[in-house]
């Protein structure tokens, strides 16, 4: 038969079918008893209609998928294939069930090798995303065991053919559609000689099922970024400054953005509130500067709550409890809440310059658009952080910069870029520009923000979401689908979280907790 001659039709079964349905189920299954009696087909029609899949050629069944509702939590375990079975060979369908269970796929000798199988499994994949269902289950027989049983058990068996070494026409096509084998299931079909009675428990899960109980619970999907490639400017007060961060942040908030980013210590003009000669004295000019952050906290957490846009405040110098001086990174939630995560990687200027030390925490922050890490500047250029938030689910990283040449910027740039590819998040890249030649250490800035995404095909070809016009003051936005994230992870070209070799390597952060003079013995 020639493809041209092909006219496919992806269809729900009906009760009208029912006598080429049994020709096909004699034909493929005249090894373990045949068709269904009507009635029992017919049941199934009733009582779950959108799980009885069928495909025809010009009028002609050539392939159907039949499928029932069951507790997960019961089919998951052990069980035999009569657990489906009521009386009068009907089959027990759950209408309360969170989780489809295949029955039968079946494709006629004629047609095969044009994959509609794999049509009809994603079908039910399909189907079972529609409807909300935590997986699709399936005990699938093993029918070339028989040929391999005197030498290796069913378990050497199922693991030779994940393997490729052996070809199984069920349990190979069955994990080439992305089913796992999650248990051995004995006495499944006794009658089935060829598996030995033995059946695999395969298992395809929703990654998108979200249990009803939980909705006001669940972590938003679609998350708007906005964004401030800030000018450095200089400011005759504080209160110009702050009157300057609120313009953006309401500008922000207009476009009912979710967060509102800002660079890398862009409050370091107000250095320029002490003459040029006390600036001189780099140590104490920054702690000239440290001396507003309190104020700032204040006014961006009530900036956050009025404009009810959560804010990640670029980043601050911090005098801690040693009176040593902090680069941090403070996240005003629009609830109230203010939380932080300091630079951990210092910059040779900055380290020579105004002695500013490395903290010691890292953390993924609980937001109402999703969960999310600050990595400031320098720190984006260490993957092990990277690594670490994505291990606790992050959904976006923040990369608040400051650089001052190109050449520096495209080092935070791919760094940023590649996080974004390895670990399968978003990320927000925010730099400010100009030139402050009347300001000691802010001669120049160069920056081109932008929002980074995995390279895959849900997202552009080029991985880059959003992207300022470079050198020029401008705010700028990107919508952020937290789905895709989920899907890539699971489902995508290439799973880098998932294929790694745990096996080969792994990563942890160490205990600092004795800094602070807790006992670890207690």
């Known amino acids: 038969m020639s493809l041209e001659e092909l006219h496919l039709n992806l269809r729900n079964l009906t009760s009208d079918d029912y006598e080429q349905l049994k ?12 068709a269904w009696p009507k009635h029992t087909i017919d049941k ?3 009582e779950f209609p959108d799980g009885q899949i069928a495909i025809e050629d010009d009028g002609m069944l050539v392939g159907v998928a039949l499928t029932v509702q069951v507790d997960y939590d019961e089919f998951s375990n052990p069980h035999k294939y009569d657990d ?29 090798g044009y994959r509609l199988g794999r049509r009809l499994y994603e079908a039910r994949k399909e189907l079972c995303r529609s409807h909300n269902l935590r997986a699709i289950l399936a005990g699938g027989r093993i029918p070339e065991y028989h040929q391999h049983a005197n030498e290796l058990t069913p378990a050497e068996y199922i693991d030779k053919v994940s393997r490729k070494e052996i070809y199984d026409p069920i349990l190979s096509f069955q994990l080439a559609n992305d089913f796992q084998v999650k248990r051995l299931l004995r006495k499944y079909l006794p009658e089935d000689e060829q598996s030995r009675g033995y059946a695999t428990l395969l298992e ?43 313009y ?86 629009r609830d109230g809440e203010i939380e932080k995560q300091s630079k951990l990687h210092i910059t040779p200027q900055e380290r020579r310059d105004w002695v500013i030390e490395g903290g010691d925490n890292l953390q993924v922050f ?24 994505a291990d606790q689910d992050m959904d976006i990283l923040f990369v608040p910069f400051w650089t001052d040449t190109k050449n520096g910027y495209l080092r935070v740039r791919h760094c940023a870029q590649a996080r974004a590819i390895e670990n399968e998040c978003y990320v927000v890249l925010c730099g400010s520009v100009g030139n402050l030649p009347s300001i000691e250490n802010l001669d120049i800035q160069y920056a081109q923000s ?3 995404s995995p390279s895959d095909f849900a997202f552009p070809h080029d991985a880059v979401l959003a992207e300022t016009t470079p050198n020029t003051e401008m705010i700028f936005f990107s919508d952020l689908d937290l789905t895709r994230l989920t899907v890539v992870r699971a489902e995508g070209s290439v799973t880098n979280l998932k294929d790694r070799r745990k096996d080969l390597f792994d990563l942890r952060w160490r205990d600092w907790s004795w800094k602070s003079g807790a006992n670890l013995e207690e």
């Open 44 to 46: 199934l029609i009733q």
């Open 204 to 246: 395809w899960n929703n990654i998108l099922f979200e249990p009803a109980e939980s909705v006001l619970d669940t972590r938003p999907t679609q998350v708007r970024i906005g964004a401030v490639q800030w000018q450095m400017r200089e400011f005759a007060s504080v209160e110009a400054a702050l009157q300057q961060i609120e």
């Open 84 to 112: 489906l079975i009521g009386h009068r060979e009907t089959i027990l369908n759950d209408e309360d069930g969170d989780a489809m269970y295949g029955l039968d796929v079946l494709i006629h000798p004629d047609y095969r």
């Open 23 to 34: 020709t096909l189920m004699d034909a493929v299954y005249h090894d373990i008893g045949g």
């Open 248 to 333: 953006f942040v309401d500008a922000l908030s207009d476009y009912q953005s979710d967060f509102a980013v800002f660079p890398e210590l862009f409050n370091a003009p107000l250095m320029g509130l002490q003459d040029r000669s006390a600036q001189q004295d780099q140590m104490g000019a920054i702690r000239f500067l440290a001396g507003f952050t309190d104020r700032f906290k204040t006014e961006l957490s009530r900036m956050a709550v009025s404009y009810n846009i959560n804010i990640v405040g670029g980043s601050m110098i911090e005098v801690g409890d040693d009176d040593r001086l902090y680069n941090i990174a403070y996240l005003f939630h």
């Open 366 to 389: 609980d937001t109402d658009a999703g969960r999310v890490g600050i990595l400031i500047c320098y720190d984006v250029e260490f993957p092990e952080l990277g690594r670490l938030l």
């Open 450 to 452: 932008a929002v980074f």
